[in-house]
Antibody, heavy 118, light 112 residues
Framework: EVQLVESGGGLVQPGRSLRLSCTASGFTFGDYAMSWVRQAPGKGLEWVGFIRSKAYGGTTEYAASVKGRFTISRDDSKSIAYLQMNSLKTEDTAVYYC?????????WGQGTLVTVSS | QSVLTQPPSVSAAPGQKVTISCSGSSSNIGNNYVSWYQQLPGTAPKLLIYENNKRPSGIPDRFSGSKSGTSATLGITGLQTGDEADYYCGTWDSSLSAGNWVFGGGTKLTVL
């Protein structure tokens, strides 16, 4: 059974940093691209970015709203994907979902809440 | 403002059929597969339809998808109260860079 478990969310002040982790199980992690999707309170889904598998270069793509501030990385030996968030803004407040992406986004984690507030 | 356009809400009675539209452009829906997601209240989204019209294992055939040109449609027949949820379409978009995923704004389904 595919499982994605996010961790690392919490309350952080504007301008500070936070790193989210996504621990995967139930599939060969290194064979898949992984992505992050967020959802602000009461709002719709917003794609944050993704990281390709090593077979496709392990390169990353980001939404314009986070490019230059957020970085996605992966540790295939531990089956973990990371989302490093720097220079956080109040508008980054959201539930952050880790997802597996294979053409479609086929599996989602339960999400972790990030609140950016002073 | 979402790249893909969905109606904010739809409603229908139990047992009836409803359709949810998703409109895009040639840079997204027109040249890529569309997928659909169901988000029940307080839960994470779940994949309902992929590659325009395919259902993952465990998704009942009451749910169907189609695509024509730059638009896609999700259909739900035999509506149940448990289908009340937010529904999102999604696809790749090639207008800005080598790979961006885009979602519709979401449609809230009310089963009256």
């Amino acid at each position: 059974e595919v499982q994605l478990v996010e961790s690392g969310g919490g309350l952080v002040q504007p301008g500070r940093s936070l790193r989210l982790s996504c621990t995967a199980s139930g599939f060969t992690f290194g064979d898949y691209a992984m992505s992050w999707v967020r959802q602000a309170p009461g709002k719709g889904l917003e794609w944050v970015g993704f990281i390709r598998s090593k077979a496709y270069g392990g390169t990353t793509e980001y939404a314009a709203s986070v490019k230059g501030r957020f970085t996605i990385s992966r540790d295939d030996s531990k089956s973990i994907a990371y989302l490093q968030m720097n220079s956080l803004k109040t508008e980054d407040t959201a539930v952050y979902y880790c997802t597996r992406i294979v053409g479609a986004i086929d599996y989602w984690g339960q999400g972790t809440l990030v609140t950016v507030s002073s | 403002q979402s790249v893909l356009t969905q109606p904010p809400s739809v409603s229908a009675a139990p047992g009836q059929k409803v359709t949810i539209s998703c409109s895009g452009s040639s840079s997204n829906i027109g040249n890529n597969y569309v997928s659909w997601y169901q988000q029940l209240p307080g839960t994470a989204p779940k994949l309902l339809i992929y590659e325009n019209n395919k259902r993952p294992s465990g998704i009942p055939d009451r749910f169907s998808g189609s695509k024509s040109g730059t638009s896609a449609t999700l259909g739900i027949t035999g509506l149940q109260t448990g289908d009340e949820a937010d529904y999102y379409c999604g696809t790749w978009d090639s207008s800005l860079s080598a790979g961006n995923w885009v979602f519709g704004g979401g449609t809230k389904l009310t089963v009256l």
